[in-house]
């Protein structure tokens, strides 16, 4: 077996820059590059990897904070369709502890996102060292045990060989859509220094191959029953929408069967806002015309999506005694809530087969066109109403996302996260363009925004990045305003200056 000699750092950042994925038979380079901090713990291992690995392709970018730097690869491959990554790195203690906020949003979200945060040393000599925390009650807890509760997998590497299979247990999470998430990999300080005889062939070109989930026959066959059984199905597209890159199939499902679309948070943007199957986003946050029918169908076909309580209105919204749910998710865990009759399967896939089977069977929804034509119409003239009202204290904050509106184009993409922003752009937003309304609403991170428009730039050069945040969510995180200079990649930041923390000032008045 012929063997490399390399420190654990450098044969890791190998091994990444090996790494490929295939879906629908087109090839990407998985690990786009590095985002990172270097201090205590990461810069004489990962930092000399970088700086002397000269047959490296994987770029490196300097952060400015560590969460910020974690918001900017989810954004980005959240913008790539998971297709697509960054690996982030940080120093220990305080500098890996702040990349759990970002983990976590990443893993709320089903974003593949690898972190590589700086450790203590593994043989303990030099304890405690700087920015160690000491458990006297068992000295293997460090600060990034952290991870372990916001990662869909976790390893620390104390021996430099245990990489190998560390690094495979990492791509196969990273690759997989049903269980993706942040993945952490905890690198002590002097491990990643340490040289092994690493197999040459752990280094070789590797394709993750990601297959869509077919589903099985006996699914699709329950599935089938119970749609020919309901008159007013109603569908609820997620962000699976997305990641399977089934917007074409979803548009044409609806159409064949004249079923109404509404969408959550992460799916808006499947289908332009002037469809006439669009009725806008659904639940909480949604618009009059896609509660209605939600209130009122017999089916709900819940497409990619987790069903949290914003969409469901916190499971309010459906109200028909007869309603059911069918689940189309290539996860288990999402697909069976709220009793679902669950299609484990790929968006795509899932929407194509029942499409072909209910196209035998000669379905069609009981909606007239004009009854669908009437509730998007009232609500659209809600929408202008409320684009244009006025005020003697300034600009209303719907006024002023109408001017934005009316501004943006089809090739521009819209950053947003928290506060009362995501209210009113899941009501009125009207999406110009698919993929063009990115919008972090799982975790709901202030100061995902900023850093989230940078990483749509990355992902995304050719267009105009915006993001849309209040004074709250600037104030808390904007480092990567920096970033996005430091690497001439323009962002746009549009801030709406509400005084501080009015959304939940607003919940206070209410409920106080």
């Known amino acids: 077996m012929k063997t490399i000699r390399l420190t654990t750092a450098q044969a890791l950042l190998k091994f990444l820059d090996a790494q490929y994925v295939e879906f629908d038979g087109e090839e990407?380079?998985?690990?786009?590059?590095?985002y990172g901090i270097f201090g205590h713990g990461n810069l004489l291992g990962i930092g000399e990897g970088l700086e002397n690995m000269k047959d490296l392709s994987l770029k490196f970018y300097q952060g400015h904070n560590e969460q910020g730097i974690v918001h900017a690869a989810t954004a980005f491959a959240k913008q790539k369709n998971r297709l697509e990554i960054f690996a982030c790195t940080s120093s220990i203690g305080p500098g890996a502890l702040n990349m759990v906020?970002?983990?976590?949003?990443?893993?709320?979200?089903?974003?593949?996102?690898?972190?590589?945060?700086?450790?203590?040393?593994?043989?303990?000599?030099?304890?405690?060292?700087?920015?160690?925390?000491?458990?006297?009650?068992?000295?293997?807890?460090?600060?990034?045990?952290a991870f372990k509760a916001v990662s869909k997998y976790w390893d620390r590497i104390e021996r430099p060989e245990q990489l190998i299979t560390a690094a495979l247990n990492a791509m196969r999470?990273?690759?997989?859509?049903?269980?993706?998430?942040?993945?952490?990999l905890a690198l002590p300080q002097d491990v990643q220094g340490e040289a092994y005889d690493y197999?040459?062939?752990?280094?070789e070109k590797r394709v993750h191959h990601i297959d869509r989930r077919p589903p099985s026959e006996s699914a699709l066959v329950r599935a089938l029953r119970l749609i020919k059984t309901k008159k007013k199905p109603l569908i609820i597209a997620g962000g699976g929408v997305h990641y399977s890159q089934a917007v074409d199939t979803l548009r044409e499902f609806a159409e064949a069967f004249n079923i109404p679309v509404s969408f959550t948070q992460a799916g808006k943007g499947a289908m332009l806002w002037d469809h006439p199957l669009n009725m806008g986003g659904v639940g909480t946050t949604g618009t009059l015309a896609a509660n209605k029918l939600a209130k009122e169908a017999d089916l709900i076909i819940a497409v990619g999506t987790r069903l949290m309580d914003f969409p469901t209105a916190s499971k309010t919204a459906f109200q028909n005694p007869n309603v059911k749910i069918l689940s189309i998710n290539v996860n288990n865990f999402d697909g069976l809530k709220m009793d679902a009759e669950h299609l484990n399967a790929d968006a795509m896939l899932g929407l194509e087969v029942l499409m072909e089977g209910l196209k035998k069977e000669g379905y069609r929804s009981n909606y007239s066109k004009e009854e669908l034509k009437?509730?998007?119409?009232?609500?659209?003239?809600?929408?202008?109403?409320?684009?244009?009202?006025?005020?003697?204290?300034?600009?209303?904050?719907?006024?002023a996302l109408?001017?934005?509106?009316?501004?943006?184009?089809?090739?521009?993409?819209?950053v947003a996260a928290a506060g009362s922003l995501p209210g009113d752009l899941h009501r009125l937003w009207r999406c110009k363009g698919i993929k063009s309304y990115?919008?972090?609403?799982?975790?709901?991170?202030?100061?995902?925004?900023?850093?989230?428009?940078?990483?749509?730039?990355?992902?995304e050069p050719e267009k105009e990045a915006y993001a849309l945040l209040s004074d709250g969510s600037f104030l808390m995180l904007h480092s990567e305003f920096l970033t996005s200079l430091q690497e001439r990649m323009k962002i746009n930041v549009i801030i709406l200056d509400n005084g501080g923390f009015q959304s939940i000032n607003s919940l206070q008045k209410s409920h106080g």
């Open 173 to 184: 999470v990273l690759t997989d859509p049903a269980e993706t998430g942040a993945v952490t």
């Open 101 to 145: 906020t970002g983990a976590a949003t990443a893993t709320v979200n089903r974003i593949p996102v690898l972190l590589l945060p700086g450790d203590i040393f593994a043989d303990r000599q030099p304890d405690p060292v700087l920015q160690q925390i000491e458990m006297p009650y068992n000295p293997k807890i460090t600060a990034n045990d």
């Open 28 to 34: 990407h380079k998985f690990v786009k590059g590095v």
């Open 374 to 399: 009437t509730l998007k119409e009232e609500w659209d003239r809600e929408v202008d109403r409320l684009y244009h009202l006025e005020s003697e204290k300034g600009l209303p904050q719907t006024t």
């Open 402 to 414: 109408g001017i934005i509106n009316d501004f943006a184009t089809e090739n521009d993409v819209f």
């Open 438 to 459: 990115h919008m972090e609403y799982g975790f709901s991170c202030m100061g995902y925004e900023v850093s989230g428009t940078f990483g749509v730039k990355m992902a």
């Open 199 to 203: 197999p040459v062939e752990f280094f």
